[in-house]
């Protein structure tokens, strides 16, 4: 009995060791405390850690912070990629850091041994992120109040920088910018080029990945680092629950916090917590069958959500079940797939994207960008899990070469199961860890759309003009389908009877996390935007809008209606409506009528039908026939906005105008653009492009 006891006493202390070996004590914290995820809890309010980066630096170990300004994710998502790189290839003791969650003033007590990094999107006009907002006005002030009497103050600080721009944005990249100015002004050193990645011409990823390796030379070069063989160190840790299931009342199905797992919702309503919103209508507006743009009416009155018409409003949509399968079978989750697990940063800086405990099948369904382009990087870091070494050296040579990259993926839409299901000719990749997809895939992101309802009309109602994203790709039988607005078609076929809709074959979770959505709801919340009408509302206004692009405008027409129906005086209001066919995609062809009927002289439009003459005729060609009446009402200060594609129909109108300015007041289109950068600096010429 003795020896008995013994055996155990030494089999469960190698069994101990063992353990504790393999996982370098890392999964003890997770067994401890499991359900301790670093995900911000209910309304966003992240739990009592420091404000203070050089606490937080020292506490962890760090010697790099890479902060982020982000509004759609991608700045965050390459913040986090740039800390992965730096840990494994240099090994930075990195960390990536919310620019919401820190103080500034201390930024002259970072050593210079130390280097921060700052990855910064541009929102809109020029305009810092929402996390951004803080940083920016402190360090572009004039005399940023530091903690100590260094001169220059950031005369230590050693820095690297990224901006995300569009360069059909007016402030091309403001942000990177306009920061680097600053810290320059202040003493501080840059390392590498003030790196500048741009939406507009489709090369963010390119321009990322080129600005990057001599960047990372220059710190090697500056800090002394040495290269070493990188190694995947996987961030997060998953953990099977045995003990749950998925009908457990603390696993998360796809709800966003706590709240919404308790049943109780909570505003307030923001980017963290979205509110459950009922839809109140729902109908197509095309009036063909290829093609479908949706109006939606999304009842907040049960809700502390407010808007002002030119908001914005956000959906949080859920993938196609058919493109959850795929990833499911392609990373050999499909039997695990309803397994509970916890998620836990291995990392004390390192965040869970999304609440745990869950199941595999809801982050993939209601936390990853699975279906958007496949980052380059991300599929060599693949390569070494590839399931045969054919697919290894395919993706390894994906990975190098940015015009094959193009060539075989970018443009054939391909999101990475489709991907990944090619070049291995449809074997499984069972052995690629779990934490490397948390870590390479975007989490899944909020849609924006212009509210196209005015809020003094109907101050509960959130109006939705949407059209549905579809490409038909040569050589695929299913044309590519966009996440947000196809999930919104579902919806709509739904409330308007079909019980199990399944637009072009693609099937929805529709009614939610444990049916929480059912009755036809849809999760939102609304971002409060600039772009408004003029608060007189006797100046004119002349509005810009093809295609969806009409939507703010249609909020604001039937804002200026309502206003003259309580009897209000209400100035010229112009606008111009391009699209195909008048018989086809005319989007509220009798709401202008209505409207006409109201407000007489008051409104007019102007429609460009593009497919209906022999030449193509666009709203810019209508803008130039009107140069006499559209120099006129500028002379009387009108408002002028623009909505819609930024590629190309924003940039052009801007330049009409500018031709019309010059032709009419008989000045230099130099001078005339020059105008019009003053029009918008002042706000009289006001964008909503996308
Ligand atoms: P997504 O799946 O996001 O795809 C969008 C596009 O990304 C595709 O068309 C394609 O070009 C590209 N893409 C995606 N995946 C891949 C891939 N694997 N490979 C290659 N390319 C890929 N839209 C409206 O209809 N009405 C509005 O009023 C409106 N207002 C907006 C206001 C703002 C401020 C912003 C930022 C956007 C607005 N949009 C509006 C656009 C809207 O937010 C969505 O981008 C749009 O509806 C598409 O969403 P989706 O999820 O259906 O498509």
């Not at 595999?360 to 399931?387: K, N």
Request: charged residues 25%; proline residues 6%.
């Amino acid at each position: 009995a003795e020896l008995d006891t013994l055996d155990v006493v030494v089999l469960v202390a190698i069994l101990v060791g063992t353990v504790a070996y393999l996982t370098k004590g890392k999964l003890w914290a997770v067994a401890k405390d499991p359900y301790a995820a670093s995900f911000p809890g209910a309304n966003g309010v992240k739990s009592g850690k420091t404000r203070n980066i050089i606490e937080a630096m020292e506490e962890s170990g760090k010697n790099c912070i890479i902060f982020y300004g982000s509004q759609t994710g991608t700045a965050e998502d390459y913040a986090a990629r740039l800390a992965k790189e730096g840990k494994s290839r240099f090994g930075l003791e990195t960390m990536v850091a919310d620019l919401e969650d820190y103080d500034f003033d201390n930024l002259d007590q970072i050593p210079s041994d130390k280097v921060v990094f700052f990855v910064l999107a541009t929102y809109g006009e020029g305009e810092p992120t929402d996390n951004a907002v803080e940083f920016y006005e402190f360090i572009t002030s004039e005399s940023p109040s530091f903690s100590q009497d260094n001169d220059p103050p950031l005369a230590n600080l050693n820095y690297v920088t990224f901006g995300l721009g569009n360069n059909t944005y007016e402030h091309y990249n403001a942000m990177v910018r306009n920061v680097d100015k600053s810290l320059q002004r202040l003493g501080a050193h840059r390392i590498g080029e003030a790196g500048e990645g741009d939406d507009g011409a489709g090369t963010m990823e390119e321009d990322f990945l080129a600005w990057k390796d001599p960047m990372w030379a220059a710190l090697a070069a500056k800090m002394g680092l040495e290269e070493r063989e990188g190694v995947y160190e996987p961030i997060f840790g998953i953990v099977e629950r045995e003990g749950l299931t998925r009908d457990s009342p603390e696993v998360y199905l796809g709800e966003p916090n706590k709240s919404h797992l308790d049943g109780t919702p909570k505003g307030p309503f923001n980017a963290h917590n979205p509110y459950i919103a009922p839809i109140a209508k729902s109908y197509e507006l095309f009036k063909v069958k290829d093609r479908n743009c949706l109006h939606m009416d999304i009842d907040v009155s049960a809700s502390n959500l407010t808007y002002q018409t030119g908001d914005h409003i956000a959906v949080w949509p859920t993938n196609a079940g058919e493109e959850v399968d795929r990833f499911l079978d392609l990373f050999d989750l499909t039997d695990k797939r309803h397994n509970v697990i916890s998620v836990k940063a291995l990392e004390p800086t390192a965040k869970v994207p999304f609440p745990t405990p869950t199941t595999y099948d809801a982050i993939v369904r209601y936390h990853m960008e699975i279906c958007a382009p496949v980052s380059r990087q991300f599929v060599a870091s693949l390569a070494p899990f590839a399931p045969t070494e054919e697919a290894k050296a395919e993706l390894t040579k994906l990975g190098n070469d940015k015009d094959y990259f193009h060539a075989k993926v970018t443009t054939h839409y391909l999101n990475i199961a489709r991907l990944l299901s090619t070049v291995a000719k449809g074997k499984k990749w069972s052995n690629v860890p779990f934490s490397l997809l948390i870590e390479g895939i975007t989490k899944l992101q909020p849609r924006y759309y212009s509210i196209s309802s005015s809020s003094l009309e109907q101050p509960k109602i959130i109006s939705i003009t949407a059209v549905v994203e579809a490409q038909a790709l040569p050589g695929r039988e299913d044309p590519f389908r966009g996440v947000s607005t196809n999930y919104l078609l579902a919806l709509k076929e739904k409330q308007n009877g079909d019980p199990n809709p399944t637009p072009f074959g693609l099937s929805y979770e529709i009614t939610g996390p444990r049916n929480k959505y059912d009755g036809c709801h849809v999760p939102v919340h609304v971002r409060h935007s600039n772009f408004k009408l003029p608060s007189n509302p006797t100046k004119p206004v002349i509005m810009i809008g093809p295609g969806t692009g009409v939507a703010p405008f249609r909020g604001f027409v039937r804002e200026r209606r309502k206003m003259a129906e309580n009897g209000q005086e209400v100035g010229k209001t112009l606008l111009f409506f391009g699209c195909r066919k008048s018989t086809e995609d005319f989007l509220y062809e009798e709401e202008w009528k209505e409207a006409k009927e109201v407000l007489g002289d008051k409104f007019e439009l102007v429609t460009a039908f593009s497919r209906e003459g022999p030449k193509k005729v666009y709203v810019q060609h209508r803008l130039k026939e009107r140069a006499k009446e559209i120099n006129e009402l500028l002379e009387q200060k009108a408002y002028f906005y623009v909505c819609g594609d930024a590629a190309n129909m924003a940039r052009e109108v801007n330049a009409v105008l500018a031709q019309i300015i010059a032709s009419e007041r008989g000045i230099p289109e130099a001078k005339a653009e020059e105008i019009v950068k003053q029009m918008r600096s002042s706000n009289q010429y006001q964008e909503d492009v996308w």
